[in-house]
Structure formats: structure tokens, C-alpha cells
């Protein structure tokens, strides 16, 4: 069973960075693909992005695309989103999931993806 934290969410100002963290506890976290969502009030959770088990291919949301990167360490079974160049509608709760990697098809669909976190705010004020 893995379990999922996020960290690193906050306020900041339009056109700053952020970097999110997704911790992961349990074993072979090497095998999970996972994936970035956020959520607004009042919106379904979006993708953001996803980076594969071993870290060599991701997908991203059009709209964060050249702004937002995934990465990972899994020596230290942590993922990245770094978020660059922040606008107000960026504004949402961030999800990390996981899922073990059947491939990127999959990457997208909230419902792929069995384990998440709890979730960390991040505000962009304009």
C-alpha cells in the first residue's frame, strides 16, 4: 500500500514559482507511474500532469505546458511538480495519485490512479 503526502503549497503572487512535493511511503515506488491533479471550488479535478516509473516520459495539461515540470527521485520516493510563472487560475487544491505504470494511455483518467494524497493549496493572488 503506498501512501501519498504532498507539501509545499502556498500564496503567492502571479509570475512566481512554487515547488510541490509528493512523499511516498511503502515499498517499490519505483513501479508507480504517478500523476499531478488540482481542483477549484465548484470544478471537476483536472489533470496537470504525470511522469512515468522511471521518470523518462511525461505529459502535461496544454495550459501549464513550458511553465509546470515533473520529476523524481525514487531514492528518496519523492515526485516534483515545479510551477513556474504562476497565474491566478492556477489557484487549486494540488493531488499527487499513483498507480503502478501500465503506460502513459492511462495517464490522464482520474479513476487510473488508486492512491492519493490529501492534497496541498496552492493561491495565486494577482
Same mark, same amino acid.
Not at 118 to 124: A, F, K, L, M, N
Given at each position: ?32 507511474? @504517478? ?7 465548484? %470544478?471537476? /479535478? ?8 522511471? *521518470? ?7 495550459? @501549464? ?10 531514492? %528518496? ?24 505504470? /501500465?503506460?502513459?494511455?492511462?495517464? /490522464? ?9 490529501? *492534497?496541498?493549496? @496552492?493561491?495565486?493572488?494577482?
Amino acid at each position: 500500500q503506498v501512501q501519498l503526502v504532498e507539501s509545499g503549497g502556498g500564496l503567492v503572487q502571479a509570475g512566481d514559482s512554487l515547488r510541490l512535493s509528493c512523499a511516498a511511503s511503502g515499498p517499490t515506488f519505483s513501479i508507480y507511474a @504517478v500523476g499531478w491533479f488540482r481542483q477549484s471550488p465548484g %470544478k471537476e /479535478r483536472e489533470f496537470v500532469g504525470a511522469i512515468s516509473k522511471s *521518470g523518462d516520459f511525461t505529459k502535461y495539461l496544454d495550459s @501549464v505546458k513550458g511553465r509546470f515540470t515533473i520529476s523524481r527521485d525514487n531514492a %528518496k520516493n519523492t515526485v516534483y511538480l515545479q510551477m513556474n510563472s504562476l497565474k491566478p487560475e492556477d489557484t487549486a487544491v494540488y493531488y499527487c495519485a499513483a498507480q503502478r505504470d /501500465r503506460g502513459s494511455y492511462f495517464y /490522464r483518467s482520474k479513476s487510473y490512479y488508486e492512491h492519493w494524497g490529501q *492534497g496541498t493549496q @496552492v493561491t495565486v493572488s494577482s
